[in-house]
């Protein structure tokens, strides 16, 4: 049973730093592209930002400057470091993994808050 387990939300204020985990378990295989999603109240889900295996990264021009994605291979493990954050930006931030193998898994989710 594939699991991704996230961490790091919590509360900060506009212009303050956190940094978001996902770890990949129980799959035995490795992981095409893992990325982050996010869903604020009242919002559909939306993209934030994707690494593919090779490296190839890709951004939403929102968080462009300000969000770097990195992840570690050998532990099926993706980073999402965000800067600068804005109010805009608070909303529940989502882990995906594809697998070329076995197709999509979605984690729980953790809360980030930005005040004003």
């Known amino acids: 049973q594939v699991q991704l387990v996230e961490s790091g939300g919590g509360l900060v204020q506009a212009g303050g730093s956190l940094r978001l985990s996902c770890a990949a378990s129980g799959s035995g295989f490795s992981m095409a592209v893992m990325g982050w999603y996010r869903q604020a109240p009242g919002k559909q889900r939306e993209f934030v930002a994707q690494?593919?295996?090779?490296?190839?990264?890709t951004y939403a021009d929102s968080v462009k400057g300000r969000f770097t994605i990195s992840r570690d291979n050998a532990k099926n493990t993706v980073y999402l470091q965000m800067n600068s954050l804005k109010p805009e930006d608070t909303a529940v931030y989502y882990c995906?993994?594809?697998?070329?193998?076995?197709?999509?898994?979605w984690g729980q989710g953790t809360q980030v808050t930005v005040s004003s």
């Open positions: 995906k993994a594809t697998s070329l193998v076995a197709g999509n898994y």
């Open positions: 690494i593919i295996g090779g490296g190839s990264i």
